[in-house]
């Protein structure tokens, strides 16, 4: 199976403190490192392991700036066959609709059976897989955490539904999936792992080479105006008493609201 | 006639041995290298102590002292044992051992034919719990043992032919049955002890020999011959005594971890690769996921994550087996394939990037200081003390607390110090014995650097963690000490209150301080400077047995199987002390004990402190 999986490289909460720059534009950059956005890699580790059962090749691709072939080269380092680095300044600033059709232009560059997305990324919109199943005219399914092969032309994949519950799903390929947290354990990447693929080559892409003009900033339809960090409201209920009260409070606030039956 | 029969019998006895320790010589021919040839007088040193003194048999009394008994009569009847086997193949023959060998060895012989009564009634009725298994070998070779000393005294009375053949048959199966399981190290123990480990506190390099970790194909304990050959004769050593086990915070706490298992499943593992029979068998996993079924893994991850590297189960062994230098290799080669908990991954990536496992901001690292009179080398200042902090008292609120009181108590005792401030990154120290070595390594260097570039002399540190990784994990670092030993050196420049509170006071000794470093009195000393405090030892847990709190660095982050925390059991031993107060002198326990304490329900009646908060405190 030849599957290309999307990945984008993100500030992760878990290694910085997010913070609102002063103009309120942006969070404050200079202090951020970055990673590999979590549900991207997840998808990244799916391909993987649906290679090692049936054979085939993953790719990686990111958009992004120089920076982003830091983490194509982590999914490398995983165990992706191929990376890709999209990167040209005429891209930057494009809406959901302008970051698909540049992965569409990618995607078309060889024949995939299958495309993986993050079911969102930590600073995203969620919007990227469902457009680029469109684009292509490929089915989509959204919050996949599972995927097994019915036949030679069909997945059986499940989807995780609001509130736990699970839904199965069979779906044509080629196909788009949106992958959720949770449907593997990624396998740890380190420092090792990273020197590598150091000398392996990631070929870059530019707006020339996949022919799109119409992404970027100038092209988008869904321009951000403001960001914030929404101020504490009234309405947080602070427990008091000992830890045994504060267990009984909690497990009765959660039963009372349907958490746990 | 009968001289020819036991001339056989000799012959095909020791042929069949010298086989059989042919066979299990070759798993130790195709492993890896390990260098323990140095220092020869401080193993001829450990050899007279731990094996001819049995120094650590006593820690368990009864057990201990028939194991003595059994032991010299062993060492006595050897002579003995060996002129009878030359007897019945020369007739007449004598080493003219004279009369009071003689009746030493009838003593040695009644004596250990009573401990062989005695361990066979424990063993079948009075089974302790730390005997898991085993039972039906054990009683085979404690009868075998009760038939050569019988057999021989009978011999030595009445000159009977029958009780000669029964002793001569015994011995050459007795001997040849040795190799067979765990009574193997009654050979190998000698050898165990010589080669044991010397030097605490280090974890053994990836591959001896080799500083470029890059040109290794693979890293860590994958296959079975990626054990070192002396890891391979400690699976051979094993007695089954299941002291480690019993010692283990991880086994009481039932995480799926048990030392004593590690060696005797390892020892089944290599016993079926290298068969005494036959052509060596595939090679299983060393350790995986999967459990149980055949070509199954012989090790859990689960079991090889539990451990929290507290040094019990080495503190103890009689014959110096080592655990933690196995556990870390079969870590690097699980962080080698991949397989890391995910709740490690972050904190691991964290540490890559930010040099915290948090991803705290750089900048914040010396933030407890900020209405503090410290010097920084960040700024440029420069001192003749470093205080190295750690990421655990930089960025955890509750800990930077001791930073604070650290920084008072050095000013208290003149010392002129700095602390690094943005350049200084976590330790590593439990990064590399998580098996992360490329990323200790890493931050090993960057700490390296920044330390020689302040300038300073000595180093001080609050966490033993740290405490260990720049005495023993890095390189030509400026001597390194403990605050608990800087107080104690300079107890007479502090000026102590009496202590306003009629609390009874219990020291914890956190494991890298205490069995890693052997620093037990430094804080106890402390402790006692100050007038009016009631201190109570937690008697049988404390100095080298101290229970784990549930462990440090990473292990904060690892979600074990487990039925109860470590820490809840050390407040517990704590309040059966008859103790309020828990002092201890690491970051790591503070955090496990305050959380304990609430678990345990025990909040309002036990409360836990560190040590340099209280001197900072009645100073």
């Known amino acids: ?261 | 006639m009968t001289q020819l029969f036991f001339l056989l019998v000799a012959l095909a006895g020791l042929g069949t041995f010298t086989w059989i320790i042919v066979r299990r010589v070759q798993p130790l021919l195709h492993a890896a290298p390990d260098p323990r040839f140095n220092d020869i007088p401080r193993r001829i040193q450990l050899v007279l102590k731990l094996w001819l003194a049995q120094w650590r048999q006593p820690r368990y009394l009864l057990a201990g002292v028939l194991h003595i008994v059994v032991f010299f009569g062993f060492l006595i009847l050897a002579a003995r044992s060996t002129e009878l086997v030359i007897l019945g193949i020369v007739p007449d023959f004598s080493l003219h051992l004279g009369r009071w060998y003689d009746i030493t060895k009838e003593i040695a012989g009644l004596a250990v034919l009573a401990a062989v009564v005695i361990l066979a009634i424990r063993r079948a009725f009075f089974r302790p719990a730390r005997y898991t298994g085993h039972t039906t070998e054990a009683l085979l070779v404690l009868g075998m043992i009760a038939t050569l000393m019988v057999s021989e005294l009978v011999y030595s009375r009445t000159g009977s032919l029958a009780a000669y053949t029964i002793h001569d048959i015994t011995f050459f199966t007795f001997l040849c049955f040795l190799p067979m399981g765990k009574h193997f190290h009654v050979i190998t123990s000698l050898f165990n002890v010589f080669f044991m480990r010397l030097r605490p506190g280090n974890v053994k390099p990836v591959k001896y020999g080799v500083t470029d970790l890059d040109s290794l194909p693979s890293l860590g304990v994958k296959k079975f011959e990626d054990f070192t050959w002396k890891h391979i004769l400690d699976f051979y050593s094993c007695a089954d005594c299941g002291r480690c086990s019993d010692r283990c915070p991880a086994n009481r706490v039932k995480r799926p971890l048990s030392p004593r298992n590690i060696s005797i499943k390892c020892r089944e593992a290599a016993f079926a690769q290298y068969p005494i029979v036959g052509v060596r068998q595939a090679p299983s996993p060393v350790v995986g996921a999967g459990q149980g079924q055949a070509g199954a893994p012989v090790l859990h991850e689960d079991e090889i994550w539990s451990c929290t590297t507290c040094g019990a189960c080495e503190e103890e062994c009689p014959i110096g087996i080592e655990y933690i230098d196995k556990i870390v290799d079969l870590r690097r080669g699980m962080v080698d394939d991949g397989l890391v908990p995910q709740s490690l991954q972050k904190p691991m990536s964290a540490l890559e990037k930010r040099g915290n496992p948090w991803g705290k901001l750089e900048k914040n690292r010396a933030a407890w200081a900020a209405k503090m009179d410290v010097k920084l080398v960040e700024k440029g200042e420069t001192a003749e003390t470093l205080y190295f902090v750690d990421s655990m008292t930089s960025y955890d609120d509750r800990m930077q607390k001791i930073a604070q009181a650290t920084a008072r108590v050095l000013a208290k005792a003149s010392v002129d110090f700095a602390v690094i401030g943005k350049d200084e990154k976590d330790s590593g120290h439990d990064v590399r014995r998580f098996g992360e070595e490329m990323l200790f390594e890493a931050l090993k260097e960057q700490n390296a650097e920044a330390i020689r570039s302040s300038e300073a002399k000595k180093i001080v540190v609050s966490d033993p963690h740290a405490l260990n990784a720049l005495r023993n994990d890095y390189d030509g670092m400026p001597p390194v000490q403990h605050i608990s030993e800087v107080i104690a050196e300079n107890v007479n420049k502090l000026t102590f209150k009496p202590l306003d509170s009629a609390k009874t006071y219990t020291y914890h000794d956190p494991c890298y301080l205490g069995r890693h470093n052997n620093t037990y009195d430094a804080p106890r000393t402390a402790i006692d400077c100050i007038p009016g405090l009631k201190r109570v030892e937690m008697k049988g847990n404390c100095r080298d047995r101290s229970f784990c709190c549930g462990g440090g660095g990473l292990m904060l982050f690892y979600e074990p199987e487990e039925e109860q925390r470590m820490g809840v059991v050390r407040v517990r031993q704590a309040a059966d002390a008859g103790a309020d107060v828990i002092v201890t002198a690491c970051p790591f326990c503070l955090t496990n004990i305050e959380d304990a304490i609430k678990v345990a329900g025990l909040e309002g009646k036990m409360e836990a402190i560190d040590l340099v908060e209280l001197v900072d405190q009645q100073t």
């Open chain 1, 1 to 261: 199976m030849e599957i290309l999986v999307c990945v984008k490289r993100v500030p992760d909460s878990a290694e910085n403190e997010i913070s609102v720059s002063s103009d309120g534009r942006d969070i404050k950059r200079e202090d951020l490192v970055y990673s590999v956005n979590e549900w991207d890699n997840y998808a990244v580790e799916e391909a993987i392991q649906i290679v090692e059962r049936e054979g085939g090749n993953v790719t990686v691709v990111s958009i992004g700036d120089a920076g982003a072939e830091e983490i194509v080269r982590r999914e490398m380092a995983m165990g992706a066959n191929q990376g890709v680095l999209i990167t040209d300044p005429a891209f930057e600033g494009s809406d959901g609709l302008g970051t698909a059709k540049v992965l569409k232009a990618a995607a078309n560059r060889a024949k995939y059976d299958l495309i993986l997305t993050g079911a969102q990324a930590d600073d995203g919109a969620g919007q990227v897989g469902g457009m680029l199943a469109a684009l292509l005219d490929w089915p989509y399914a959204s919050l996949v955490n599972r995927i097994e092969r019915k036949d030679d032309a069909t997945l059986r994949i499940g989807r995780e539904i609001e509130g736990g519950n699970q839904e199965i799903n069979d779906i044509d390929t080629p196909c788009v999936l949106s992958i959720q947290t949770g449907i593997n354990e990624p396998r740890y990447v380190g420092i090792r792992g990273i020197r590598k693929v150091a000398s392996l080559e990631v070929p870059v892409l530019d707006s020339a080479a996949l022919g799109v003009n119409d992404a970027g900033a100038a092209a988008a339809k869904v321009r951000r105006v403001d960001y914030f960090v929404p101020e504490l409201g009234a309405g947080a209920e602070m427990l008091e008493g000992s830890t045994e009260e504060l267990a009984d409070k909690v497990v009765g606030l959660l039963k009372a609201k349907g958490a746990i039956k």
